[in-house]
């Protein structure tokens, strides 16, 4: 009498879709520097600048074109006396600002 095992083997696949989507947030990290935390989309920039109204970038902005954290002096970006730091995307898909610190 041969006895035998049946073996069963049994696979399952599944797929996850994640959607990570830019964004970016701006904070103040002294009086002095901005903290920026940027999640850019594939082949697109951001540039930070400061200003009165965030219309479009000054030739002071500073451009971030990778994805990550980064501190930006004022000094850096013209912000001496402007009422907001600005933030665009390239793509359009993000725009931030934050309101200067008035002591």
Known sequence: MVAGWAQHSSVTTTQLAVDVRPEAALAWQSDTVVLVKARLAPGTQARVWA???C???TTDSQMISVSGTV?????NIGGAGKAL?????SDGRINASLPALHN
């Open 51 to 53: 200003d009165e109204t």
């Open 55 to 57: 219309g479009a970038p």
């Open 71 to 75: 501190a930006i002096d004022l000094a």
């Open 85 to 89: 730091v600005c933030l665009a995307s």
